[in-house]
């Protein structure tokens, strides 16, 4: 399995409260990502980003802020947690554009509850 | 953005070949086909990818049409534990675009 792991795994918080996943890889990759998935929307992507500080909007972005102020570490915020980001969050990581090792590998998920 | 179809639901019988369709009609000539699979909850699994020849792993053997509009992901003996959501997609510029999937039941 690639290396990357998600912290926490699981978090239960309240509407209005900051959170903030991490994510690690061991891979030394450039691109990472956030997604969510919600039973009848799939994945859908939040941020991503290709180097250290550099990083750009999914199609789901609102209410949600990134940060890559290390290779290995990808930080996803929700500066003030509302229910409707109620989700299951993974992370990503890929190998380099345009070679044949261009692929994303997932990590294992957080399992994130707004009461 | 990546846009693909796959049927829903499929069956297979234990120790059959799966053979899971995708219809990618937006793919352009210098994208990957990618093919993932997610068992319960767990983060999604990487199978397979190619770009117009086919391809052969240890789990999985990927088809590609001529034209690149459609492949097919072949399980050659499905197990129990190959009952998953099985994804195909491909690069939209920097971005993997899932859509729902094809739920593999794969029955004793």
């Known amino acids: 399995d690639a290396g990357i792991t998600q912290s926490p795994r699981h978090k239960v918080t309240e509407t209005g409260t900051p959170v903030t996943l991490r994510c690690h890889q061991t891979?030394?990759?450039?691109?990472m990502y956030w997604y969510r998935q919600d039973p009848g929307h799939g994945l859908r992507l939040i941020h991503y980003?290709?180097?250290?500080?550099?990083?750009d909007k999914g199609e789901v972005s609102d209410g949600y802020s990134v940060s890559r102020s290390k290779t290995e570490d990808f930080l996803l915020t929700l500066e003030s947690a509302t229910s409707s980001q109620t989700s299951v969050y993974f992370c990503?990581?890929?190998?380099?554009?345009?070679?044949?090792?261009?692929?994303?590998?997932f990590g294992p998920g957080t399992r994130l509850t707004v009461l | 953005d990546a846009k693909t179809t796959q049927p829903p639901s499929m069956d297979c019988a234990e120790g059959r070949a799966a053979n899971l369709p995708c219809n990618h009609s937006?793919?352009?000539?210098?994208?990957?086909v990618y093919w993932y699979r997610q068992i319960h909850s767990q983060g999604p699994q990487y199978i397979i990818h190619?770009?117009?020849n086919n391809e052969t792993n240890e789990m999985a053997s990927l088809i590609i049409t001529e034209d690149r509009k459609s492949s097919t992901l072949i399980l050659p003996h499905a197990t129990l534990r190959d009952t998953a959501v099985y994804y195909c997609?491909?690069?939209?510029?920097?971005?993997?675009?899932f859509g729902g999937g094809t739920r593999l039941m794969v029955k004793p």
């Open positions: 990503a990581i890929r190998g380099e554009p345009g070679l044949s090792t261009d692929t994303q590998y």
């Open positions: 891979e030394n990759h450039r691109y």
């Open positions: 980003s290709y180097g250290v500080k550099d990083t």
């Open positions: 937006t793919i352009s000539g210098n994208e990957y």
């Open positions: 190619g770009l117009k």
């Open positions: 997609t491909h690069n939209a510029g920097n971005m993997l675009t």
